[in-house]
């Protein structure tokens, strides 16, 4: 009796020890759960920037000693991606990220994930809140806006008027959809954008043949368009390509929009187009540490307003009650020149 | 009776003012001008300044691929894979000739090979073992793009690394036509020689009328069916290195579910899709008029879902053409055959 209290005092006593610096520091490694396996799911299986998110992911997976798999569907619908939802449940993951292709079609089975004891977070693209304990928003919807019409205001000068054309992914991309809605928005009740007139708005499907052929009839239906604002990684390449390739479109017309910096370097680099993005990997990063905060029950679920989630070194961040639940934010945007787009290697 | 429908075909390919009018070729090229005018007219930039030089560009891959199917359809088989076959051979010459710093040449050599080998698998295995085209190549849709799904395993070459002579030569342009368009041109050419002037592209056109007649008088079926998928895989394989040229940018999707596309455009030219009669001439023509009409309408700023719709319609209209010209044609053979026996009598 007396020896096993004497252990449990000291035990107490290192564990207050060792609690003093996991509350304060950055190495928080030990209180996570042991053992956890977690399966990121992308949208679809063939784009570099779910790799780099990857990337990303599997550094925060080193550093809590959790392991991490990589689900990419080989087509981008929901139904993909509920099979796999469905598969990981049942290989006894402790821990699903998704990217959703559709806001409600994923949700019974990620309740029924949940259900089983696996915590899910959204991360990239959002799903309705029944379906996830948590969104890990990568930058929020009018922040991203308001860096893409910033680009804009660049282009065409302060104060200046110009027309803008808009091509985006598909007509029914949640994410392109929030930031076009939000765009039309800041120029209406900012002043700083009052320049901006959007004349059209065009869907190349993520798909190089019809942003082409999109980015094309955007131009010849609108010819005094200026800017080409493509909010997706795929459509900004295409628009850029196409501005390129046409010595009368030199310098009359610039793209902007969000794009990945290594598949952006050239375009930037000789004046053609400019881009923003969040760090890719970083996404990935924040969102294994969420999840694993609630795989291991460091964060109580359901999730509330001012919870705070560890982010590694990121640092913590605190959940609050977005449109569509609780929510965490990464950060701001980065702007990408001719000066730092060779430093980003996603 | 084979031998009286290509008597019929070759009696019917001189050149007459009447006949001329008659050909299917004709029929599509005046929709070609109708439309082309009439989207003109709405909106002049469809055709000045660099309009019509994008439209030719944006005709080159599929209308390589036309090409390139043709000589299948007309004895009468399908290629489904044509379309994982260029996108494969995108990915697979672009990784190569990134890897070995090579320029325009040897990729469009790589594309080439790259689709002939797969062409002749198909090959092997339709004429060969005389499975079913649609099946064989069906399968061959999935298994190709199976291979790049793995084989790309999310990477993608964009222009930042893909050789920049390659970029340009998408730019290039002789009188205002791009010379990837010349080079379909040229392909198309050696096409029409292939198919009109030489006893294996008649062979072709004997077996898809009547297989089963076809080996009785002694064609060599196999060998004329087998190079007829060697050449669809290697204009696909080329079709691939042009897709490089022209977006500057490749992954696993790339040309995802384009077979279709193609099928479309050779059956609007008026290859019959059960075998037997069409041009390569004509298949051409199906794929700039498809070509055109979705450029029309984008510059029309017709919503995607009447583009896909007109498409479809005008598919059902060839088809349509199709069955009546056809029937034309079968009541003339008739008649042919009726005086002939007449005379014999």
Redesign the interface.
Known sequence: MKISAKISVAVLAIATLVAIPLSSGASAAPKYKAGLKIAMISKIGNIPYFDFAMSGATKACKEIKCTVKYFGPNEGTAAAQIKLINAVVQQGYNGIMISANDKDALVPALKNAMKRGVAVTSWDSDVANAGRNIFVNQASYDGVATAMLDSVVSILGAGKKGDVGILSSTPDATNQNAWIASMAKQIKANAKYSGINVVATVYGNDDPEKSTTETQGLLQSNPTIKVIVAPTSVGIISAAQYVVAHEELKGKVIVTGLGLPTSMAKYIKDGTAQAALWNVPDIGYMSVYAVADIASKLVKTPVKAGSSFAGGTLGSRKAFIGDNGPEIILGPGIIFTPENVDSFKF | MIQKIAAFQTTNFKINAKTLLRRRESGILMVLVLVSVATTLI?P??IS???LS?LLL?TSMVGCLAVGLTPVVIARHIDLSIASATGFSAFLTAHIIVGHGWGVVPAFFVGACVGAIIGAVNGVLVAGLRLPSLVVTLGALYIIRGID?QF?N???F???KLPTDL?HL??DKIYGVPYLFCLVLLLALFGVWWMRFTRFGRDLYAIGSNPPAADIVGIKVFSRTFFAFVWCGTLAGIAGVMYLS????V??????N?ELIVVTAVVIGGVNIFGGLGTIVGALLGAVLLRVL??AL????VA?FWQQAINGLLLLIAIGIDRILSRRSETKIERIRDERKMEIS
């Open positions: 909106n930039r469809f300044g660099y309009g994008d944006n799904y790309a999310n990477k993608q964009t222009a930042e970029m998408s730019q022209i977006y500057a940018i992954d696993s999707a790339a040309f995802l384009q979705i450029g984008v510059a029309l700023g995607q």
